[in-house]
């Protein structure tokens, strides 16, 4: 017969529990009921942040397309000139002008219903895939717990992760979308001249899509992949890295000025508006020449050597016929109307997340 014994230690003056010999795997029963529950209420809570993403980023990417296409429309055309001929247009204002009095208003929004689905999908991508990215740095790389924020290099790095990601869903929309906004009659590659049905002045997406694919197949489609990649990669990383050091700025400012906390501090709509502005700007003009040689290389023109273009022969070429100022051409008023598009974005985003908390 085998008797329990009590072991007494009074070193701490405790009183000694007793070793009833029940296995631990029998006395937390409770312990291991739970766990199943809390991790479905765990994937319920991510699938819901997921969803949320989603939406209000296709919302805001939609609403920021809006106000920026004309503009971008003019940088697309200012950035696509024939580097061999005489320049059409002398800068942002002559552009918009021209293309004003030869189409009107409305030819400044050619080709808008492409990007206005790619800007939802593009949008809603780079929120989602943000959320995951800081998910996935804080379970695998840093020693970060779920409910402390992560360091601003984590949040840039992020920020890189879901660009990188997007870029290769974005490419065949932006492909669509510099292929109708350039003027018809500019001279363009060969292997992606219209045929009859892209002579027509009203050019649709899915007859660009059709040529497309009929000339090059699925791979015509990320012609100009590595310009997307870098641009979004590294303007991304700057987009959300500018976001949330502005925020945080602007947060502990008003922390202090109230005694409270800067996670407690709300921002007043035109502070948010400030730092979704600065991370704009910040997004386009660091890695402009990357989308600048993208926007040559998919309008398609060819270099006069015949040779279908390259990312880095491209650059070269636009180095070396125009210096530094031909990689930053309409870059002036791409930062200009990226303020206004990415404020709306991120104050869309951030106050829908905080209304449906």
């Known amino acids: 017969m085998t ?15 007793m070793d009833t010999g029940t296995p631990e795997s029998v006395a937390k029963p409770s312990i291991m009921a739970e766990s199943p529950s809390l991790a479905i209420t765990n994937v319920q809570e991510q699938g819901s942040e997921a969803l949320k993403d989603i939406a209000f980023g296709s919302l805001a990417g939609t609403v920021g397309k809006i106000v920026e296409y004309p503009f971008d429309t003019v940088k697309v055309r200012l950035q696509s000139q024939p580097d061999h001929l005489p320049l059409r247009y002398i800068g942002p204002l002559d552009c ?23 800007a939802a999908a593009e949008t809603a991508c780079l929120f989602w895939s943000y959320s995951v990215a800081q998910d996935l740095l804080k379970s695998s790389v840093l020693d970060v717990k779920d409910d402390e924020d992560l360091p601003l290099s984590a949040l840039i790095t992020a920020g890189a992760m879901s660009g990188g990601l997007t870029a290769t869903i974005l490419t065949p929309i932006e492909l669509v979308k510099c292929r109708m906004q350039v003027p018809l009659q500019s001279p363009l590659d060969p292997t992606l001249r219209p045929g009859v049905g892209l002579m027509s002045a009203s050019l649709s997406p899915f007859t660009v899509v059709s040529d497309v694919f009929r000339r090059e197949g699925l791979r015509g489609f990320w012609r100009g992949h590595t310009g997307t990649f870098l641009r979004e990669t590294g303007g991304t990383a700057a987009w959300f890295g500018a976001w949330e050091a502005i925020t945080l700025f602007l947060k502990t400012r008003l922390a202090r000025q109230q005694h409270i906390q800067p996670s407690e501090a709300m921002l007043p709509l035109s502070q948010q508006m400030l730092s979704g502005a600065v991370a704009g700007m910040a997004y386009n003009f660091l890695f402009y020449p990357a989308d600048t040689i993208k926007s040559k290389i998919q309008t398609g023109e060819l270099s006069l050597t015949g040779v279908r273009p390259t990312f880095l ?7 070396r016929v125009h210096g530094l100022k031909g990689l930053y051409r309409g870059c002036g008023i791409t930062v200009a109307r990226s303020a206004p598009s990415s404020a709306l974005i991120f104050t869309i985003v951030s106050n829908l997340k905080e209304a449906f908390a």
Do not use: M
């Open 3 to 17: 008797t329990t014994t009590t072991r007494c230690d009074t070193r701490d003056g405790n009183i000694p529990a």
């Open 313 to 319: 022969g491209t650059g070269r070429e636009l180095w």
């Open 96 to 118: 918009f002008r021209q293309s004003v009095s030869q189409d009107g208003l409305r030819g400044l929004y050619r080709g808008v219903s492409a990007p206005l689905a790619g």
